[in-house]
């Protein structure tokens, strides 16, 4: 039987509490090079957005874009380059670190089960602290609204800057913790459970951890993607009216015509976007992982 090469992590092994650089290491690394098609399929990702904000189909996102010229269709796409490789960094390496720490100080099997989510969780929590000023720039540096008075990077960092911090690079910032924490205890708890599963089936480590990453994250963009809506709808966004959380919301869910079916309107496209990325990512990282080992 074919083994899950990053399975062991919830297998209650004897804990080391020093913080493991490799995973840090290879994190930073697997995200980077999944991140690295972004280049390509960039103005896919542009289109969605355009439908998040919009709300229009997908022939009148294109044809915004074809419009715009293509001197503005890589507009906003160092951002995210640089903060998958970073949260790729971040998100593993912490997760590994609160994993050894909490494994330390529980014995119970049962409970021992549930720690690879809440390590996730807790690495969740400090990267939306992170890179929620990341995403906020992303999110108005896309908008085509924004073109005109905020035309460069230094202008939108210029601005976002003098405003409040609610306002400005922490604009939903709440929204962006829940679906932070929650994907990421999610994608920690599931993926190694599925890999061994999917392992068992007779597939190689590395098809296994593809397809673990993959089935991972399209449960998560599936349940998560009306929080990546909102949080696009609120960032996008600059001065006027800031209204809040509740607000925003049923002001996203009176412009869907309170249908659901609207309210996912480019999810396709990004849940494709995310199983790829993610399935990836998982297959480097766990390969790096058991190589190491």
């Known amino acids: 039987m074919a083994r899950c090469p990053n399975h062991e992590q919830g297998n209650g092994g004897p804990p080391n509490t020093a913080i493991h650089l490799q995973s840090y290491f290879h994190g930073g690394t697997s995200s980077l090079l999944s991140a690295l098609p972004t280049l390509l399929i960039f103005p896919v990702y542009k289109t969605i957005f355009r439908q998040q904000i919009h709300n229009t189909s997908v022939h009148q996102a294109v044809g915004q874009l074809y419009k ?36 330390l100080s529980t014995h119970n099997t049962t409970f021992a089960a549930a720690l690879p989510a809440l390590a996730g969780f807790g690495a969740g929590m400090v990267e939306a602290v992170i890179f929620t000023p990341f995403e906020r720039v992303q999110n108005v540096l896309q908008n085509g609204q924004n073109d005109r008075h905020l035309p460069s990077l230094r202008s939108v960092l210029t601005t976002l800057k003098v405003q409040r911090i609610s306002q400005g690079y922490y604009r939903a910032f709440l929204p962006i913790t829940a679906r932070n924490t929650l994907g990421s205890s ?25 397809i673990s990453g993959t089935l991972t994250s399209m449960a998560i963009s599936l349940t998560l993607y009306p929080l990546s809506v909102l949080v696009a709808n609120m960032q996008a966004q600059v001065g006027g009216d800031m209204k809040g959380v509740i607000a925003c ?37 766990d390969r790096q992982q058991k190589q190491s080992s």
């Open 249 to 285: 919301w049923r002001v996203l869910w009176k412009s869907r015509n309170h249908s659901v079916a609207l309210l996912y309107r480019g999810g396709t496209l990004v849940i494709l976007r995310s199983c790829i990325t993610w399935g990836i990512t998982t297959a480097i990282y």
């Open 186 to 210: 999610l994608y920690f708890g599931l993926k190694g459970p599925v890999c061994a599963t999917v392992a068992g089936q007779g597939l190689s480590p590395m098809a296994s951890s593809f």
């Open 68 to 103: 715009e010229g293509p001197v503005k269709l890589y507009r906003g796409v160092v951002p995210p380059l640089l903060m998958r490789t970073l949260n790729g960094t971040l998100l593993f390496g912490l997760q590994d670190t609160l994993f050894r720490h909490l494994s």
